[in-house]
């Protein structure tokens, strides 16, 4: 199992871009990066998937280095309703992969 | 566009009663999963269908069961509530057990 680690917690301000990095050093060459997010009461919803190099879509950009373990989540020009606990998760099967304590980002106006 | 839908959304249990969770889903997928999730902590699993017609435990199955009744529903079922069994359980479901999850608003369990 690729074990992830994230900073517990990060403060931002409205407007600027948010960059949360998740560790994986064990990842394996068939594992995928995938990210969540959940807002309170309410279950996860997928933000981005990405298995190498850089991803984008409408939400969020995923930076991949070369060497896969680590990638950095991107959010461009936050808002207060940004504000969630974000999950980074490494696997290529859902039973190989956890749900860590994530990254509670708090967006300040 | 519903989405996956969860029943009840609330409940409170006694030690010993007995409890089924509902979960359906309208996308049509194939795969669906039960999590808890409990205060400060991500989701664990605990029972995953990969298809209709098949169940297989999950990281923390111990206490519970799942019945995968077709292809739009997955239950699972707390035979004798501890209250170590109270947490927040979510349902997903993704085309398949790669792709991203969908996931329901949870249902809020507390054992007395």
């Known amino acids: 199992l690729a074990k992830t680690t994230q900073p517990i917690s990060m403060d931002s301000y409205e407007g600027q871009e948010v960059n949360i990095t998740c560790s994986h050093n064990n990842i394996a060459t068939n594992d995928y990066i995938t990210w969540y997010q959940q807002f309170p009461s309410q279950g996860p919803r997928f933000i981005i998937q990405?298995?190498?190099t850089k991803v984008t879509n409408e939400v969020a950009s995923l930076f991949i280095p070369a060497d896969r373990k680590s990638s950095t989540l991107s959010l461009p020009r936050v808002s207060l309703s940004d504000t969630a606990v974000y999950y980074c998760l490494v696997g290529d099967m859902v039973n190989d992969m956890r749900f860590g304590a994530g990254t509670r980002l708090t967006v300040k106006p | 566009n519903a989405g996956v839908t969860q029943t009840p959304k609330f409940q409170v249990l006694k030690t010993g009663q007995s409890m089924t969770l509902q979960c359906a889903q309208d996308m049509n997928h194939n795969s669906m999963y039960w999590y808890r999730q409990d205060p400060g902590m991500g989701l664990r699993l605990i029972y995953y269908?990969?298809?209709?017609?098949?169940?297989d435990k999950g990281e923390v199955p111990n206490g519970y069961n799942v019945s995968r009744l077709n292809k739009r529903e997955f239950s699972l079922r707390l035979e004798s509530a501890a209250p170590s069994q109270t947490s927040v359980y979510f349902c997903?479901?993704?085309?398949?057990?790669?792709?991203?999850?969908?996931f329901g608003d949870g249902t809020r369990l507390s054992i007395l």
């Open positions: 997903a479901s993704s085309q398949d057990r790669a792709q991203p999850q969908h």
């Open positions: 269908s990969a298809s209709e017609g098949t169940t």
């Open positions: 990405g298995y190498k």
